[in-house]
């Protein structure tokens, strides 16, 4: 018995290439189906593995670890494919004795290009010009035609400096000229301000200063509904919000009323309050920009992340610190 392999679920399917190096160290259970468990899937995945991978379409609540600890929980480690963790009751976990691991700085690069993208696509309004061609409707140039927002040289507001807003602002910054302004837990380094031409600012200057705001804040209880609707009033009229965070850290009601009465110029959006689900009004606005939660989503950076998740497994089954262990 002692030598068998350990039991590690995959909620959701992963790269093949990665798949097949677990699949020889571990008994590997996959789901057949690639869709998102359910509460009672993760209840069972709980009790016939020792290792869960979820993902954040998984919704690890205290109701699920309390379910599972009635039937025995046997897993011991949750190696989450991913950085954000908002979907896992830590609290939860963490008294039922598992451990808990994510996957930080491997998306860095590929969520700040998406980040980028989405600026770029709201402010010269290209969704609305593929649509208008694909439409059959475009008569033509002339010179008043989709007159739309220049990027270089505006002000970029980012709402958490970590590595990925960090990205950004340098994108941003040696791209396309752009000045950087933040707000963030704890300000930059000096040197790294100086190569990033940052300033460190309170979040209402931010908002109030800022032609895009883009939003690399972790999903937190202190950034819960952060941008809710008196924050958006503090916006510019002209601003453009960008989200490739977490879905929760914007009121998404508040921003629907914001974009319909002209509080802000447009948003662009790549996570929602309640994935997969996406309210038509948001659907319904040309001035949007709408992605399916698709940051991370390159080849390289996939096969990176299950690469990272399954270091963490490593440690934890040789008895090795975890490299990225939270909490």
Request: glycine share 8%; with cysteine; charged share 20%.
């Amino acid at each position: 018995m002692k030598n068998e392999k350990p039991v590690v679920v995959l909620t959701r399917r992963w790269p093949e290439s990665v798949e097949a190096e677990l699949a020889e160290q571990y008994t590997l259970i996959r789901n057949a189906t690639d869709e998102a468990f359910t509460a009672d899937e993760l209840t069972e995945a709980l009790t016939q593995a020792d290792a869960v991978c979820p993902t954040v379409t998984d919704g690890l609540t205290a109701d699920v670890f309390a379910a599972a600890a009635q039937k025995g929980i046997r897993a011991k480690l949750l190696a989450n494919f991913g950085v954000g963790y908002n979907h896992i009751d830590l609290a939860s976990a963490q008294a039922h004795g598992l451990s808990i691991t994510n996957t930080p700085g491997v998306l860095t690069a590929a969520t700040a290009e998406i980040a980028m993208t989405l600026l770029l696509m709201c402010a010269r309004r290209t969704g609305e010009g593929e649509r208008l061609i694909r439409n059959g409707d475009w008569q033509g140039w002339h010179p008043t035609h989709m007159l739309s927002t220049q990027v270089t040289g505006k002000t970029l507001g980012i709402v958490g400096m970590g590595r990925i807003g960090s990205a950004l602002a340098r994108q941003a910054h040696h791209g396309f000229g752009m000045r950087i302004i933040y707000s963030s837990r704890t300000p930059l380094p000096e040197s790294v301000a100086l190569e990033l031409g940052a300033e460190f600012l309170p979040l209402n200057e931010v908002l109030a200063a800022a032609d895009f705001v883009s939003l690399h804040c972790p999903a937190t209880p202190e950034t819960r509904n952060l941008i809710d609707a008196q924050a958006l009033a503090g916006m510019r009229k002209e601003a453009i919000l960008i989200n490739t965070a977490r879905g929760d850290v914007v009121v998404e009601s508040d921003l629907i009323q914001a974009l319909k009465n002209s509080v802000i110029a447009g948003a662009g959006l790549d996570v929602y309050a309640h994935e997969p689900s996406v309210p038509d009004e948001l659907q319904g606005m040309e001035q949007v920009v709408l992605l399916p939660h698709m940051g991370s989503g390159t080849q390289e950076t996939r096969q990176a992340m299950g690469r990272c998740a399954m270091a963490n497994l490593h440690a934890y089954f040789a008895n090795r610190p975890l490299p990225n262990a939270i909490g």
